[in-house]
């Protein structure tokens, strides 16, 4: 893997022993990067080792609160194809792709992506053990389940197996009896919304106020475009995919349209194999 953007001089020597054939990344481990700096020591091209990418991808220290995204897109702007994001990824976005639950307090998912991709509890990873404790964070993540509804099987392992309790943000008039089931297989159901529905924007507080400041969202596409929307979103980590799909899949965010598109910033570029790891930042943040 090779850092185009930014350029430093570690890039361009990076460049320069590329040419000479280094080996390509292949390993099914974790994900991605976020990063107000670039590190001071930027691997050369090849593989680069779980510290290196959490340097690359590590939060920044000054808000009080940070919500990223980890997306990937095909070519032509599918999200998904059959209905889940596997088959657009590659061993490296998944390496990626766990490097940046690894460095999260908190992954918030939508309940259909939950469905639709079999989401398990985050684990414990021996490799990012001391960064995490030196950070004052717990074993794992916790993962944040946004739903109205709450039409989801507390059967499944995230509910009856985490490590952390998962939580579930919800509305104030959530189904009562789904609020009990959500509670008796061991959830924390938090209330993020005075209707049915969660607003997005104070499910961020919610989640901040309980000390989960470093926040991802693996989408879906729904649950991104109404943190879109809603002007909470500070940095999308969005894979790009050498791949077509054609046919009509979800954008990554699909949802109400904004009346004025919300600029963002270019922090990074890695590549590897024809995949684009990208990381924008938002040029001005709302909170």
């Known amino acids: 893997m090779r850092r185009l953007f930014p350029v430093t001089d570690e890039t361009s020597r990076a460049a320069a022993e590329a040419s000479v054939e280094a080996p390509t990344e292949a390993t099914a481990e974790a994900p991605a990067r976020t990063s107000a700096e670039v590190p001071e020591e930027v691997p050369a091209a090849g593989t680069w080792s779980l510290d290196a990418l959490a340097d690359a991808y590590a939060y920044p220290t000054g808000p009080d609160v940070w919500l990223r995204a980890n997306m990937v897109s095909t070519l032509d702007g599918a999200a998904q194809h059959d209905g889940r994001s596997q088959p657009i990824s590659s061993d490296t976005d998944m390496r990626i792709f766990g490097t940046l639950r690894a460095l999260a ?3 918030v998912v939508g309940a259909e992506t939950v469905r639709q991709e079999g989401y398990r509890p985050a684990r414990a990873r021996d490799a ?5 404790k030196a950070a004052g964070q717990g074993p794992a993540p916790a993962v944040a389940v946004v739903s109205a509804s709450l039409d989801l099987d507390f059967a499944l392992p995230l509910f009856t197996e985490p490590l952390v ?5 919800t509305g104030a008039t959530a189904p009562p009896e789904r609020v009990r089931a959500a509670r008796a297989a061991g ?7 005075d209707g049915a529905g969660v607003e997005t924007g104070r499910a961020v507080r919610v989640l901040a106020e309980r000390g989960l400041k470093r926040q991802l969202t693996e989408g879906g596409p729904r649950l991104l475009a109404q943190f879109v929307a809603d002007g909470v979103l500070d940095e999308l980590c969005l894979t790009l995919s050498p791949m077509l799909t054609s046919g009509h899949a979800q954008r990554i965010a699909d949802g109400p349209g904004l009346a004025v598109p919300d600029r963002f910033v270019l922090a990074s570029i890695l ?17």
């Open 271 to 287: 590549e590897e194999a024809g995949f684009l790891f990208t990381q924008y930042r938002r040029k001005q943040r709302h909170m």
């Open 165 to 169: 309790p998962t939580l579930v943000l």
């Open 105 to 107: 307090d908190v992954i």
């Open 128 to 132: 990012f053990a001391a960064r995490r």
């Open 187 to 193: 959830a924390e159901v938090l209330i993020a919304g």
